[in-house]
């Protein structure tokens, strides 16, 4: 699976963790991230990964920053993208069964890398429910 992350100065150490463990299960990393913690502005980096979901270039995406919710923004600005603000493995589950969202957005400051990890693990490995679920869905993006 060829999958988009995206990081502010606040994931550095989040992003190297999660892409240690996508490259180990065989998956195809698009890297759109800061490797420092030098102040940067987290939509630089969340558009590149949303526009890579919404093109197609990469099935799923994920972006990090310190509470997650800016990144989160600025991906759900684009058409097709579903970003969900994740902080447990069951918030991330439900977000691809109920939601089938295609970008888990990582609170770096809320969250351990280890529990950043097993989030992304469960997000890629939990698919979508379809049923009652696939009507709300299509109801989401703006017309």
Known sequence: MIISIGNDHAGP??????????????????????????SVDYPDFGHPV??????????????????????????????GVRCALCWTKEIAQL???????????????????????EMVHTFLTTAFEGGRHERRVHKIACK
Request: include cysteine.
């Open 13 to 38: 150490e989040y992003k190297k963790a999660i892409v240690k463990y996508l490259e180990l299960n065989e998956h195809t990393v698009i890297n759109h991230g800061t490797d420092t913690f030098e």
């Open 50 to 79: 949303a526009y890579d979901v919404e093109s197609g270039k990469a099935e799923l995406g994920i972006v990090i920053c310190g509470s997650g919710n800016g990144i989160a923004m600025t991906a759900n600005k684009h058409q």
């Open 95 to 117: 977000a691809r069964e109920h939601n089938d969202a295609n970008v888990i957005s990582i609170p770096a400051r809320y969250t351990s890398i280890e529990q950043a990890v």
